[in-house]
């Protein structure tokens, strides 16, 4: 009989966008305790910088800077009542704001992190349809994409900036891993680009190869499958690459839902393995540790 395959969520978002939502530490500790994760970090978004202009239409991006201490407390009581059970990670999924470097390494510096993810969310700024400008957040709707991609004036160049982007905030190092390395092709069917031009390749190439020196991991993130582009960030052939350069990986569900904790990390065990890994990378206190697969 085969072996049940390691599960870990080093991606999970205990409050679903939407300030309707509660914030739900306990029920998504809960949910990866009866789907036989080992381990859980809860990596809820980090608070944006004040001041920052959060586009959406319910400023719910992330959680208030002041909401902050109260949901560590959260965890600490979730880490007390499930550590017996499974093994609990104090985590955060940052957002990459170059121009907001010093409050990033502060903020992050302030707390006892296990694992930071640094995510490319945020690609400058766009004119918004009543003339006003705002930042351009290129995963929140696929019409904000589309009006963003007008803007940029091409896809190439789109995807040039993102991944650009994407470089600057690995060799900042502030962070551990790399946050759904080709999340530019959400809302990418086919329609937009295929992945086998060269500009293309090329560029996530590139990109892995500053990932591989940076000594940073890269995660699996299974969120991919259930999108538009139907498959995980990032593609078999870029996991297969970054296997070859030697990158660590983690893997995670994106879940932001107790439902969705642990969704689809089955099939990115099986993804991984196709690619070559025999291992993933678990981490404490911002320190690697390879674990078979």
């Given at each position: 009989?085969?072996?049940?395959?390691?599960?870990?969520?080093?991606?999970?978002?205990?409050?679903?966008?939407?300030?309707?939502?509660?914030?739900?530490?306990?029920?998504?500790?809960?949910?990866?305790?009866?789907?036989?994760?080992?381990?859980?970090?809860?990596?809820?978004?980090?608070?944006?910088?004040?001041?920052?202009?959060?586009?959406?239409?319910?400023?719910?991006?992330?959680?208030?800077?002041?909401?902050?201490?109260?949901?560590?407390?959260?965890?600490?009581?979730?880490?007390?009542?499930?550590?017996?059970?499974?093994?609990?990670?104090?985590?955060?999924?940052?957002?990459?704001?170059?121009?907001?470097?010093?409050?990033?390494?502060?903020?992050?510096?302030?707390?006892?992190?296990?694992?930071?993810?640094?995510?490319?969310?945020?690609?400058?700024?766009?004119?918004?349809?009543?003339?006003?400008?705002?930042?351009?957040?290129?995963?929140?709707?696929?019409?904000?994409?589309?009006?963003?991609?007008?803007?940029?004036?091409?896809?190439?160049?789109?995807?040039?900036?993102?991944?650009?982007?994407?470089?600057?905030?690995?060799?900042?190092?502030?962070?551990?891993?790399?946050?759904?390395?080709?999340?530019?092709?959400?809302?990418?069917?086919?329609?937009?680009?295929?992945?086998?031009?060269?500009?293309?390749?090329?560029?996530?190439?590139?990109?892995?190869?500053?990932?591989?020196?940076?000594?940073?991991?890269?995660?699996?993130?299974?969120?991919?499958?259930?999108?538009?582009?139907?498959?995980?960030?990032?593609?078999?052939?870029?996991?297969?690459?970054?296997?070859?350069?030697?990158?660590?990986?983690?893997?995670?569900?994106?879940?932001?839902?107790?439902?969705?904790?642990?969704?689809?990390?089955?099939?990115?065990?099986?993804?991984?393995?196709?690619?070559?890994?025999?291992?993933?990378?678990e981490y404490r206190r911002r320190q690697q540790k390879a674990v078979a697969i």
């Open positions: 009989m085969n072996e049940r395959p390691l599960l870990v969520d080093y991606h999970t978002q205990s409050i679903e966008h939407g300030f309707a939502n509660p914030r739900r530490v306990r029920e998504t500790v809960q949910a990866a305790v009866n789907g036989g994760l080992s381990t859980i970090c809860l990596t809820d978004h980090y608070p944006l910088p004040p001041r920052f202009g959060d586009p959406t239409e319910e400023h719910d991006c992330a959680m208030p800077l002041a909401d902050y201490p109260q949901y560590q407390k959260e965890v600490d009581a979730a880490m007390a009542e499930f550590g017996g059970r499974i093994k609990i990670l104090r985590g955060a999924e940052v957002d990459w704001l170059p121009e907001h470097y010093e409050w990033t390494k502060d903020q992050i510096n302030a707390w006892p992190f296990d694992y930071v993810i640094g995510s490319v969310h945020f690609l400058g700024q766009i004119r918004n349809s009543d003339g006003t400008e705002g930042n351009f957040l290129l995963d929140y709707k696929e019409e904000e994409f589309l009006r963003g991609l007008d803007q940029f004036g091409s896809i190439k160049s789109l995807v040039h900036a993102y991944f650009f982007e994407v470089g600057r905030m690995v060799r900042s190092g502030l962070f551990d891993g790399v946050g759904h390395l080709d999340l530019i092709k959400k809302y990418n069917n086919g329609s937009l680009f295929t992945q086998d031009k060269p500009w293309y390749r090329d560029t996530v190439i590139e990109t892995l190869r500053v990932i591989a020196m940076s000594g940073m991991s890269l995660e699996l993130n299974a969120a991919g499958l259930d999108k538009k582009c139907q498959e995980a960030y990032p593609a078999q052939w870029v996991l297969e690459y970054a296997r070859m350069l030697g990158i660590p990986l983690t893997t995670g569900s994106d879940g932001h839902t107790p439902e969705g904790i642990g969704r689809n990390l089955d099939k990115a065990v099986e993804l991984a393995k196709a690619a070559g890994y025999t291992q993933l990378v």
